[in-house]
């Protein structure tokens, strides 16, 4: 157990819809991470906030949003859903901004249809 | 940006046997860290390796990284069953901690 919780697990939903994904990092770190994780691109880092700041960004769409709230959890918000954001939506986590490994959720599915 | 890619992309062997599985990468790096993932669950962290080391082991696992060749290898050595899973190496630049992961090695240990 990473000690990062992601919620759902499981998500089905139809094109043109919005959904929020939830993560609670490991109790301490402040920096959360989201990579989205599809067959043909494989992992792709979307974003970063450290301590409730955008940190970093990847590749994220316009029609993905994110925050960091005070007390450190974070959504990822996907809009306007297309049949190729179908993927596992992982949350990460870790102490700092510099360098050090990564604590990952268990993703959440995504399946657009 | 950066990104690893592991060689090759799928392993078969018989438990008790060796597996490795080699990366490379294209720019300047802070550190290089493994990642095993059971299908379909998170990544979980196997080892770090910065880039002014050469080798690092941690129990059944052995890292080497040339930073002159960009490349990295990771060695599981008497390999288990429950080594089972795709394995990804992700290299952090330096000041930040944006991994960028490789597409993975399949690697399936036969009892």
């Known amino acids: 157990d990473s000690g990062v919780t992601q919620t759902p697990k499981h998500l089905i939903t139809a094109t043109g819809q919005r959904v929020t994904l939830r993560c609670s990092p490991r109790s301490g770190d402040l920096s959360v991470y989201w990579y989205q994780q599809s067959l043909d691109q494989g992992l792709q880092f979307l974003i970063q906030?450290?301590?409730?700041?955008?940190?970093a960004k990847g590749n994220i769409l316009e029609r993905f949003s994110a925050q960091q709230f005070p007390d450190l959890h974070s959504e990822l918000n996907l809009s306007s859903l297309e049949l190729g954001d179908s993927a596992l939506y992982f949350c990460?986590?870790?102490?700092?901004?510099?360098?050090?490994?990564?604590?990952f959720g268990e993703g959440s599915r995504l399946t657009v249809l | 940006s950066q990104q690893g890619e592991e060689d090759p992309q799928a392993l078969s062997i018989q438990e008790g046997e060796n597996a490795t599985m080699n990366c490379s990468y294209k720019t300047s790096i802070n550190n290089l860290q493994w990642y095993r993932q059971n299908s379909g669950r998170g990544l979980v962290h196997l080892i770090l390796?910065?880039?002014?080391?050469r080798e690092k082991h941690s129990g059944r696992l052995r890292v080497t990284l040339d930073t002159s060749k960009k490349s990295s290898s990771l060695l599981i050595t008497a390999s288990r069953a429950a080594d089972t899973a795709s394995y990804f190496c992700a290299t952090a630049p330096y000041g930040n901690n944006r991994l960028a992961f490789g597409k993975g090695n399949q690697v399936v240990v036969i009892p």
């Open positions: 990460a986590s870790s102490v700092g901004v510099g360098d050090g490994e990564l604590f």
């Open positions: 906030y450290y301590n409730g700041e955008e940190r």
């Open positions: 390796i910065r880039s002014n080391e």
